[in-house]
Structures are given as C-alpha cells and as structure tokens.
C-alpha cells in the first residue's frame, strides 16, 4: 500500500472519530435541555479551533480535514446555542 493512500487513511479515521465524538453529546444536549456542566469558554475555543482547522483543509485541499470540520461545527454550534439559551 503507498505511503500516501495509508497517510490519507489515518487521516479520514481521525476526522470520523472526532467528528462523531459530539454527536452523543449534541443528542443529549437536544434532548435533555440541560448545558450546567458545559464550559462556555470551552466551547468558545473549540468553535474557533474547527473554523481555523476548516480553513487550513480548504487551503491546502484536504477533504478529510473540510469534511469533519464542515460535519463538526453545526453539531457544536447546536452545544454552544442550547448553552446560551439554556445556561
């Protein structure tokens, strides 16, 4: 197997499993209305963090890094929405 097809393999299995590691906790957050155990500035950070992580996979051209983060950042958006409304 060529170095680069293992290289992007590493890559598309990072990106799904840091993007699937919030949809449990967006469920909850829907489902249960309650937000008291999250950090806002948490959340903060880590919503800059996927934009400037889905900037870089657009300019350097990288699906995997464009996909997770296009997938990841309206599931914590919808955390961070549900923080704000609900405290």
């Known amino acids: 197997m060529p170095t680069f097809v293992l290289?992007?393999?590493i890559g598309v299995a990072a990106a799904i499993l840091t993007t699937l590691c919030w949809v449990p906790q967006a469920i909850k957050v829907l489902r249960d209305r309650d937000t008291s155990s999250l950090s806002l500035a948490t959340f903060?950070?880590?919503i800059?963090?996927?934009i400037l992580w889905l900037t870089y996979g657009i300019l350097i051209g990288s699906?995997?890094?464009i996909l997770s983060n296009v997938i990841s950042l309206p599931?914590?958006?919808a955390i961070l929405g549900m923080k704000l409304k609900y405290g």
Do not use: Q, T
């Open 7 to 9: 290289i992007e393999m």
């Open 44 to 46: 903060l950070v880590l």
């Open 48 to 50: 800059a963090g996927i």
């Open 63 to 65: 699906w995997p890094i």
């Open 75 to 77: 599931l914590n958006l």
